[in-house]
């Protein structure tokens, strides 16, 4: 695939310097309107500054960026270690340099995304929504579709082009919003000495107001004509990856008769979710979308895939629901020929409840303790809770709040005399139950155990101590 990265960063390039143009020659329409005769190289100087403080905050903090927009906290794998699993063997299967950092999305909705300028500090973001209603190959799928972006260089196009287009965006409606408020271009045309110079500068204005109209919607044409086939490439990628086109599609399937809202989501990063998360409040996704190829069609040529799981089987299927001769993988990847047989479903149960749990999940990402009472309720305690002790409000038992316990001083000298003295003694948790469970660290801070939590220690993000997990559920 190495053919379609290097004319992914081509492409990248041009849009970028397309888009550039684009915010510079508005600079000069609307500085040409505001100061003229002059104004119009002064109007370039300053969207030209724009342009280079906007490329070096995409390059530097573009992914924060777009992470923080949508709330996206990032998370340990004890909050949901299957995640963690799908990503660490994806990252395998892509060869990617180093695992991308995992992010949940607090929201009911089902969607994804990824972020990054490279494969070494790249981010996958998912809903807790996505993770408490997909099955293993369907969250499989889903982070597959995520690393294609990411080893594809999907991902560097789509932060500097949203940063972009976010910024052409703005200054368009600033300035169409400045006119309005200041009574047109009228009182501006005004000002101009002569008849010869209200002309020019009635048609200044008329050019200025037109491509603060026509400028976004340049902008966004040029970002989305490409960002529909990106969206097909990470299928393919996925496909290969997974060997289980039918993970894909019945994710694809879900998502698209999901009708929850990801509120946060701006026009700007709109397209680097798997689906198009902009639609009718409390509606289905609708196929006639600008950002992204229509999903019914996506899910049909993933379905339609047979014989294997490789790149020319994609082809293959895409050409016959499509019924055209569009090549949409690049010759590197058709020539490789391998075989690559699909693989059968993994055989998991599915959860009891397991819709219940999203809002389970939501709460630990955002640090909340997990408590459960002697009369069988589950006590969700706010982080911001700092006494020892909570009543449960259904039955009145006085509850201690867990924290971890000092291991046996005996395991400790163990250890120095082994020569690795610890920095921190080290803790027990005794685990009673299936469940979500919470405890205190010595440092304070509350861990996580969810209901697939399967290790036998959990090292806390805040101190670095580790602390042994014993399951006392079956003693």
Known sequence: ??????????????????????????????????????????????????????????????????????????????????????????????????????????????????????????????????????????????????????????????????????????????????????GGSGRRLGSSRGKSGGQGGAIIAVAAVVLAILAPIMARLLYFAISRRREYLADATAVRLTRYPEGLASALEKIANSTEDLPKVNKAIAPMFIANPLKRAGAKLSDLTSTHPPISQRIRILRSIA??????????????????????????????????????????????????DVNDIVRAVNGFLFLNCACGLKMKVPPEYQKPTVTCPRCGTVNQIPTAELAAVAAVLETQRAGAAPEQPGQVYRRRGSGWESFRCGCGRTLQLSPAFAGDQITCSNCGRVTAIEDTKDA
């Open 1 to 182: 695939m190495w053919e379609l990265i290097a004319q992914n960063r081509r492409r990248s390039w041009w849009l970028f310097l397309a888009m550039g143009a684009l915010l510079i020659g508005l600079g000069y329409a609307i500085g040409a309107t505001y100061a003229p005769p002059n104004g119009g190289v002064g109007g370039m100087i300053v969207a030209g500054i724009v342009w280079l403080v906007l490329s070096l905050i995409s390059y530097s903090s573009g992914a924060s960026i777009m992470l923080n927009s949508v709330g996206a906290k990032e998370v340990t794998p004890d909050i949901h270690p299957q995640l963690f699993n799908v990503v660490e063997e994806m990252k395998i299967a892509a060869a990617l340099p180093k695992m991308p950092k995992v992010y949940v999305i607090d929201s009911p909705a089902l969607n994804a995304f990824a972020t990054g300028m490279k494969p070494e500090n790249s981010a996958i973001a998912v809903t807790a929504g996505l993770l408490s209603r997909m099955n293993r190959d369907e969250l499989q799928g889903v982070v597959a579709h995520e690393t294609g972006h990411i080893t594809n260089r999907d991902v560097q196009f789509v932060t500097f082009a949203g940063v972009m287009l976010g910024a052409i965006v703005i200054i368009s409606e600033i300035f169409l919003r400045g006119l309005w408020y200041s």
């Open 307 to 356: 014989g294997g799981s490789g790149y020319l089987e994609y082809q293959s299927a895409f050409n016959a629901v499509r019924g055209k001769g569009e090549r949409i993988l690049p010759n590197s990847a058709l020539d490789q020929n391998e075989a690559v047989p699909i693989r059968p479903p993994a055989a998991e149960p599915k959860p009891s409840g397991q819709r219940r």
